[in-house]
């Protein structure tokens, strides 16, 4: 069965602080991890995936497979950045995408 | 571009009432996928398309849900009768191909209240 946890429903950090949202996974193969960000009043959207190796926004996240974790990171946090994140799973043949219950991230000036 | 359409954007009914959603996917992209996502929740998977072909309905409760995609293109999501545990948003997404790396595009959602 496929599984995300993020274990924080509310994340407040103020402008300037590092910032990390957590994520932890359950899956018995080798999944593609996502991180979707939904901003006030805007429609969900892909901010990043693990294979791409990618920074956006600043944002970066690392798959540990060890810890089975897909932490997502960002040194410096910005006002803009204030949504509400969620964590993704797709594994398997039928490609479920399954999602965490998401993080609010509000980010104070 | 307009992005994946959804309509209605918001829905309020009677309970034992039955309601539709309709979306139209991205041009071009084959994949159609609806989800249900409850207050505080995120997206959960009700069915997914490939072309005209449901694929994946395993988490689609057939006793009340139904689902089409005729011609391949829009679709359109039905529930009858509706009860009050249906109160939710009904995303519609969308991807050009199928695989695990495929990105996911969203439509904005139909956010459902069942009185």
């Known amino acids: 069965a496929q599984r995300v946890t993020q274990p924080e429903k509310l994340l407040s950090v103020f402008k300037g602080a590092p910032v990390e949202l957590k994520c932890n996974y359950s899956?018995?193969?080798?999944?593609?991890l996502f991180w979707y960000v939904q901003y006030s009043r805007q429609r969900l959207q892909l901010l990043l995936r693990?294979?791409s190796r990618e920074s956006i926004k600043g944002f970066t996240a690392d798959l540990n497979k060890g810890e089975t974790s897909f932490h997502l990171k960002k040194p410096f946090a910005q006002e803009e950045d204030s949504a509400m994140y969620y964590c993704?799973?797709?594994?398997?043949?039928?490609?479920?995408?399954?999602f965490g219950k998401g993080t609010l991230l509000t980010v104070n000036p | 571009e307009a992005g994946v359409v959804q309509s209605p954007r918001y829905k309020i009914i009677e309970k034992k009432q039955p309601v539709a959603f309709w979306c139209n996917p991205i041009?071009?992209?084959?994949?159609l996928y609806w989800y249900r996502q409850n207050l505080g929740q995120g997206p959960e998977l009700l069915i997914r398309?490939?072309?005209?072909?449901?694929?994946?309905d395993s988490q689609l409760p057939k006793d009340r849900f139904s689902a089409e995609r005729l011609k391949g293109v829009d679709s359109t999501l039905k529930i009858q009768p509706a009860e009050l545990g249906d109160s939710a948003v009904y995303l519609c997404?969308?991807?050009?191909?199928?695989?695990?790396?495929?990105?996911?595009?969203f439509g904005p959602g139909t956010r459902l209240l069942v009185l």
């Open positions: 041009s071009g992209h084959n994949t």
């Open positions: 398309y490939e072309n005209e072909e449901a694929v994946d």
């Open positions: 693990h294979i």
């Open positions: 993704a799973l797709s594994g398997g043949s039928n490609y479920k995408l399954t």
């Open positions: 997404a969308s991807s050009l191909g199928q695989g695990l790396r495929e990105t996911q595009y």
């Open positions: 899956y018995s193969g080798s999944p593609e």
